[in-house]
């Protein structure tokens, strides 16, 4: 995208008129070139927050196990699942509270 300015006397688009800013695409700037004037300002880009890691993602555990790790601060990825399937049941957690995995 280019941010430009609508040349006066010109319109680009429904909404767009002479005076206007907008961003077009290069292909846009190559066929209307004679209705932009190129503005030296860059678009403003909001920055995307990086998505924070589930720590949980892809582990079977109770609802209860959860919320008593997340209690205590135990890393999910240490606790040893005895359910089935290796699934992380609240006992399991206790353990690792006292001191096991």
Not at 26 to 53: I, T, Y
Request: net charge negative.
């Amino acid at each position: 995208m280019v941010r430009v300015t609508i040349r006066p006397g010109m319109h680009h688009r429904e909404s767009l008129r002479g005076g206007d800013v907008a961003d077009v695409t290069e292909a846009e700037l190559a066929a209307f070139g004679d209705k932009f004037v190129v503005s030296r300002e860059q678009p403003e880009v909001e920055p995307v927050p990086e998505p924070e890691a589930d720590p949980w993602a892809g582990l079977d555990v109770t609802d209860g196990a959860r919320a008593l790790a997340e209690e205590h601060g135990i890393n999910p990825h240490l606790v040893r699942g005895s359910g089935k399937g290796g699934r992380i049941l609240k006992v399991d957690v206790v353990g690792a509270i006292n001191g096991g995995a």
